[in-house]
């Protein structure tokens, strides 16, 4: 029993990180329409930063500053701003599918460069000595867990709470006006490049606070944990969730990462010995089936976005 | 009870791939010790690797399992994610319980699994395959809490063995293509600084990537030098590939290979007429009895020899863990078990072979005091203080049939060498 609540919170907590990333693409994308195929670079730049801003001085690289934990996440938060910005003024000019395949191409690059600069980011060894935060106070067992569970939580609910804020606001309407149709509000005197670019900065930067959370959890990072894959869960959590609710965001995110994990588990105990084997390919064509069926059976996802017409037609004055 | 909560959470958790219906069909014997995998059953080469751990796991099974109980080896897949990786070993230490890991296979994804959980959780972590120098420094700094070992000899064996093998043949220039991970990086590292010290000159280092449809710009950058030799430290996919283009480019045929190309496949795939003048270097001893016993017995069970990366070294490390859970005694925990370790791997103790016979053995021996000397598939297996093997080294060449030894380095010859290199 234990042992069960202590994966659930495991679990709980990764599903949490990982919706974090979901309610910034659900910004991009269901709010304003911004394709971007690269959340893995700004997921990536988050914990890079978190943990070269945090981490202790290592010998074949760069970083370790050892700067207190909070300053560290936000470093890693603007390092993903900064990332956006410079992708965002190069790229946001373009539409749909091609801002799409260029953001995928930085997405690449970023791995790329994390690869290969070993001066860097340590090169394909990737970051370690990182000390997570009030560790030595608190031990690294369950109490941590569920301490950084509540953490977490905390960061998540925060989020949902500013983006809908921020979508219930005129700048939301904005946003969508601009997604619906943007000559339309070019003409009412708006400014949808300026905009655009806003969405997308703030969008990556709560992509990158999942990605520090990320790091901090695992007390490290390489690039294997910034391939394409990550880009295409998010964007699987997102469709199957719901594109332009935050909810249906974060639904998304705990189920297909559910999924993700439950049938593996699902396959380890109860798939035949024989059969064990194949248990990785098979989880792959379970996992495509679901998300196939999703889009065939419900293509607006499990939670549609709600319209709200914030002011009746028939004004009282 | 803990069954149905089982089943419970797989519903909940909305797999609902109706897999909850067969939960009654799994249910355990008397008297069954899980372990854990946690390997890449999604790759190719993961598969065989799975293979033979379960293959470790029956021959156990066959000598009457663990201090008395059978064994149940719970795989699950890393898909080479290390999200997936952590989660499942997560799950196999909470919710199965497990004692010990085996894996993973990527460096990449075992650092995670070692950190966030093993250590943590203080399960035994015994990987066949991790092959970074990252996890010798974090043993050097005390953080693995000596719960981490791993079969597969450091990258320093293989590198000093390849460069040696130039110095013996005479090259006096090089060009190295590498696999662009963190093996292969570390292994350019150490090799281009092994052939330094011995007077040979790398004309070129050249990082390859996965999964490029063409290698024809690396390949005219190694080259460009016109070097003597090639040295490969690639995988087969790639390796075959990179290959083709070099040799149709016009490269020499003189080519040494690290143990990651001693496959089929590759030797299928480039010609074995191409081949003629290329030599592999490996950790692997078939010096001992029972590493002859290994190749046999795999030939037995699957019928062909045992060439993928890594299957000697999962098959060690499968029966390493499990001679160490036998000397821990039973419901021992994971820092019991790799305490146990040194005991099953004692230079001095009875010698022992790897199979169900000379499992049987050191049962009897460990239940007497006694300590045992494993004589596995690599060899006879000694962890330093980091958990890190050297290993004992053969130079191989490939055949008709498969690979054929050319020439073996006892372990006092390799650590002699490496030795004089520093």
């Known amino acids: ?317 | 009870m803990k069954k149905l909560n089982n089943s419970k959470l797989a519903l909940t958790l909305g797999t609902s791939i109706g897999l909850a219906m067969v939960a009654g069909s799994a249910m355990a014997q008397d008297c069954t010790t899980k372990i854990g995998a946690v390997l890449p059953t999604s790759v190719d080469w993961g598969r065989p690797i799975a293979e033979t751990a379960q293959f470790a796991v029956d021959q156990v099974n066959a000598a009457g399992g663990v201090a008395g109980c059978e064994i149940e080896m719970v795989l699950r897949d890393t898909q080479v994610d290390p999200k997936v990786g952590v989660d499942a070993a997560k799950a196999l230490v909470d919710l199965d319980g497990v004692q010990v890991l085996l894996g993973a296979v990527s460096s990449g994804v075992s650092m995670p699994i070692l950190t966030s959980v093993s250590v943590p959780s203080n399960v035994m972590q015994m990987s066949c395959c991790s092959s970074s120098t990252a996890f010798t420094k974090l043993a050097e700094e005390g953080n693995t809490d000596g719960l981490f070992f791993r079969t597969f000899a450091t990258t320093g064996v293989q590198a000093a063995v390849g460069a040696k093998v130039a110095a013996d043949q005479g090259f006096s220039s090089v060009a190295i293509l590498y696999k662009n991970d963190d093996w292969g990086q570390d292994l350019n590292n150490l090799i281009a600084r092994d052939f330094e010290a011995l007077g040979i000159t790398v004309t070129a280092s050249v990082a390859i990537n996965d999964g490029q449809p063409s290698y024809r710009a690396e390949v005219t950058q190694a080259l460009s030098g016109s070097p003597e030799a090639l040295y490969l430290g690639l995988y087969p996919a790639e390796g075959t590939a990179a290959v083709r283009e070099w040799l149709s480019l016009g490269g020499t045929q003189n080519m040494i290979m690290a143990n990651s190309l001693k496959s089929d496949d590759f030797r299928e795939n480039v010609g074995l007429q191409y081949l003629g003048s290329a030599l592999g270097t490996d950790t692997a001893s078939p010096r001992v009895a029972s590493a002859d016993a290994f190749v046999a017995a795999y030939i037995d069970r699957f019928d062909s020899e045992p060439n993928g990366p890594g299957l000697a070294n999962s098959y060690d490390a499968t029966m390493i863990a499990l001679l160490a859970m036998e000397a821990a005694g039973k419901d021992a925990t994971g820092d019991q078990i790799a305490a146990s370790v040194a005991s099953v791997t004692d230079p001095n103790g009875t010698p022992v072979t790897a199979d169900t016979a000379g499992f049987a053995a050191a049962r009897d021996v460990l239940a007497g005091g006694g300590t045992v000397m494993y004589q596995g598939a690599t060899g006879n297996v000694r962890f330093d203080a980091n958990g890190d093997v050297s290993a004992p080294a053969v130079v191989w060449k490939f055949t008709e049939g498969g690979t054929e030894e050319v020439q073996y380095l006892s372990l006092t010859e390799v650590d002699d060498f490496i030795a004089s290199l520093n």
């Open chain 1, 1 to 317: 029993m234990i042992g069960l609540i202590s994966y659930l919170v495991f679990f709980t907590t990764v599903a949490s990180i990982l919706a974090i990333a979901v309610l910034g693409l659900n910004l991009q994308w269901g709010n304003t329409g911004l394709f971007n195929g690269g959340v893995v670079a700004f997921f990536g730049a988050g914990a890079y930063g978190t943990l070269l801003l945090g981490g202790t001085p290592q010998p074949d690289h760069m970083g370790g500053f050892g700067l207190i934990y909070p300053l560290a996440l936000l470093g890693g938060m603007v390092a993903a701003g900064l990332l956006a910005w410079i992708v965002g003024v190069l790229t946001l000019r373009m539409r749909h599918d091609y801002l799409a395949i260029s953001t995928f191409g930085v997405a690449v690059a970023f791995e790329n460069l994390m690869r290969n600069a070993e001066w860097l980011s340590g090169g394909a060894k990737g970051i370690r000595g990182f000390e997570r935060p009030l560790r030595a106070a608190l031990g690294d067992g369950f109490l941590y867990n569920l301490l950084f569970l509540l953490f977490v939580l905390l960061l998540l609910f925060a989020t949902y709470r500013f983006l809908e804020l921020l979508v219930g606001s005129p700048f939301g309407r904005l946003l969508r006006a601009i997604r619906e149709d943007e000559t339309a509000a070019r003409s009412l005197g708006k400014s949808p490049d300026r905009i655009r670019l806003i969405a997308f900065i703030t969008g990556s930067v709560i992509m990158g606070l999942a990605g520090g959370l990320y790091g901090t959890f695992y007390a490290f990072v390489s690039p294997q944990d910034v391939l394409p894959t990550l880009t295409f869960q998010i964007w699987a959590m997102l469709i199957v969730g719901g594109a332009g609710n935050n909810r249906g965001a974060i639904m998304g995110a705990f189920l297909i990462w559910a999924a993700w994990t439950a049938s593996g588990w699902g396959l380890s105990r109860f798939a035949p010995v024989e059969m064990q084997i194949f248990a990785g390919s098979i989880q792959y064509v379970l996992i495509g089936l679901v998300i196939v069926g999703m889009l065939l059976w419900r293509p607006q996802g499990l939670f549609p976005e709600r319209l709200v017409v914030s002011q009746s037609g028939h004004a009282k004055n």
